[in-house]
């Protein structure tokens, strides 16, 4: 019960579009979400967060203006809309959550496991 569970991964074409979702737990719902991406022979990379109630949120500056975070009014589904994708847009995203919003990977104390993005012709 106490995990988040990443889902709405795949394959698309680049200029395609995809939507993630974050399942979050109930009791996890007033933390901060956010999403990373880790690719192959790359650090993990901060790609947005969300606060309670979306009142704050952040992007990496690689996915300003392409990605939109958002979360249910419920708080226990926090979405990333992803645009205009490109092959450099593969990896896998995780969510995490932590009591403050960032960017930086050390912050935040759980994890999901992942879905895989694959963005090619």
């Known amino acids: 019960q106490l995990q988040l569970v990443e889902s709405g991964g795949g394959w698309v074409q680049p200029g395609g579009s995809l939507r993630l979702a974050c399942a979050v737990p109930d009791a996890w719902k007033y933390l901060s979400v956010a999403w990373f991406r880790q690719a192959p022979g790359k650090e993990r990379e901060g790609v947005s967060y969300?606060?309670?109630?979306?009142?704050?949120?952040g992007y990496g500056n690689s996915v300003r203006g392409r990605f939109t975070t958002y979360r249910d009014d419920a708080q226990t589904t926090v979405y990333l809309q992803m645009n205009n994708l490109t092959p450099e847009d593969t990896a896998l995203y995780l969510c995490?959550?932590?009591?403050?919003?960032?960017?930086?990977?050390?912050?935040?104390?759980?994890w999901g496991q992942g879905t895989q993005v694959t963005v090619s012709l």
């Open positions: 995490a959550a932590t009591n403050r919003g960032s960017l930086s990977p050390s912050l935040y104390i759980h």
């Open positions: 969300i606060g309670y109630g979306g009142v704050s949120t």
